[in-house]
């Protein structure tokens, strides 16, 4: 079993970039199917980023493309979340997830079976 923890959160300004990162650990982490999701107060955990075992297949959700970059390093066991041009609405607690198979709809969060804690993300007017 992989265990996911998230870091890299924090609070900044309109404008601004982050990079998240999800340590995976517990057994080899190359198989996995990995994806991001965000959970704002008061809403539904939504899909954010996916990326297959091999990177060679990158979904975004409509809000992320062209501001937000998944991206993995099997070798240390890692996926990161860089995220530009952050603006309000982008404020939510941020998942990392994960599920040992081929994905066929990655934008849902039924599809992984294992969940980071997350990590909060603030931006400020």
């Known amino acids: 079993q992989v265990q996911l923890e998230e870091s890299g959160g924090g609070l900044l300004q309109t404008g601004g970039s982050l990079r998240l990162s999800c340590a995976a650990s517990?057994?080899?982490?190359?198989?996995?199917?990995m994806g991001w999701f965000r959970q704002a107060p008061g809403k539904e955990r939504e899909f954010v980023a996916h990326?297959?075992?091999?990177?060679?297949?990158?979904v975004y959700a409509d809000s992320a493309k062209g501001r937000f970059t998944i991206s993995r390093d099997n070798g240390k066991n890692m996926v990161y979340l860089q995220m530009n041009s952050l603006k309000p609405e982008d404020t939510a607690v941020y998942y990392c997830a994960a599920r040992r198979s081929v994905i066929l709809n990655p934008r849902t969060p039924l599809a992984y079976d294992l969940w980071g804690q997350g990590t909060q993300v603030t931006v400020s007017l």
């Open positions: 990326i297959t075992w091999d990177s060679g297949v990158t």
């Open positions: 517990g057994r080899t982490f190359s198989p996995y199917a």
